[in-house]
């Protein structure tokens, strides 16, 4: 990174310090990425221009990994879904069971399935499908 790059991304981060975090768990989506992209532009020297060509790769980087990511959570689900109507052991925390897959349900912290009745039974915690 040059050193205009950097003063930039000091300046971006000084100004986010000023605001309250509405992200506790530290994930930077799309958005966020963003808002830190033009925030560097809106603190660069107009007179010495940072390189347009680092944020473009910077953005089709986080695109190709935005997708694949994608690509991993809906290969995931799929998977989950083969499971419904088919008859599991798990391995949890407060105790392990055996049971049918009734639903899946999906969320920003990965998928999780339904096995008679007991809800939020994680893919990884299934040690036996039957």
């Known amino acids: 990174m040059t050193t205009s790059s950097t003063s930039q991304v000091q300046a971006a981060a000084a100004a986010a310090a000023n605001t309250t975090p509405t ?28 390189n347009t060509n680092e944020y473009v790769t910077e953005l089709a980087q986080f695109t190709q990994v935005e997708q694949t990511t994608n690509l991993a959570n809906a290969s995931e689900l799929s998977g989950a879904v083969q499971l419904i109507g088919r008859t599991v052991n798990y391995s949890a925390a ?30 990884a915690s299934i040690t036996e499908v039957q």
């Open 23 to 50: 992200n506790p768990k530290g994930e930077l989506g799309q958005n966020d990425f963003l808002k830190l992209m033009i925030a560097q532009l809106q603190a660069q020297d107009p007179l010495n221009p940072g």
């Open 94 to 123: 407060g105790g392990g069971g055996t049971g049918q897959v009734e639903s899946i349900q999906s969320s920003s912290s990965g998928t999780t399935v339904t096995v008679g009745g007991k809800s939020g039974i994680t893919l």
